[in-house]
Nanobody, 124 residues
Framework: QVQLVESGGGLVQAGGSLRLSCAASGFAFSNYAMGWFRQAPGKEREFVAAIRRSGGGTRYADSVKGRFTISRDNAKNTVLLQMNSLKPEDTAVYYC?????????????????WGQGTQVTVSS
């Protein structure tokens, strides 16, 4: 049974930091690119960051570039999202997702598996 379980969300003041974690099980984690997406109330789910199977390449949305860092530990089947200099507009439910393709896609349709999400709220 495939599972992606996010954790680490919460309430933080603007300028603060959070680290999200996603624990994967039930599939060959090291064979999948991993991505983070987010969805704010009333908005569509949007791409945040993605990382290649080996961790050797990454891709970021312009809105988070320089503030967020995605990483993975294939030995622990875990992908992380370090979020620094958080802004109120970063408030959303954050989801991790797995994609078997090599290319780092930004479309939600490209991803095969999804977690349930973790809430991140940034107060001004």
């Amino acid at each position: 049974q495939v599972q992606l379980v996010e954790s680490g969300g919460g309430l933080v003041q603007a300028g603060g930091s959070l680290r999200l974690s996603c624990a994967a099980s039930g599939f060959a984690f090291s064979n999948y690119a991993m991505g983070w997406f987010r969805q704010a109330p009333g908005k569509e789910r949007e791409f945040v960051a993605a990382i290649r199977r080996s961790g050797g390449g990454t891709r970021y949305a312009d809105s988070v570039k320089g503030r967020f860092t995605i990483s993975r530990d294939n030995a622990k089947n875990t992908v992380l999202l370090q979020m620094n200099s958080l802004k109120p507009e970063d408030t959303a439910v954050y989801y991790c997702a797995a994609d078997q393709e090599y290319i780092l896609y930004i479309s939600t349709e490209a991803y095969d598996y999804w977690g349930q999400g973790t809430q991140v709220t940034v107060s001004s």
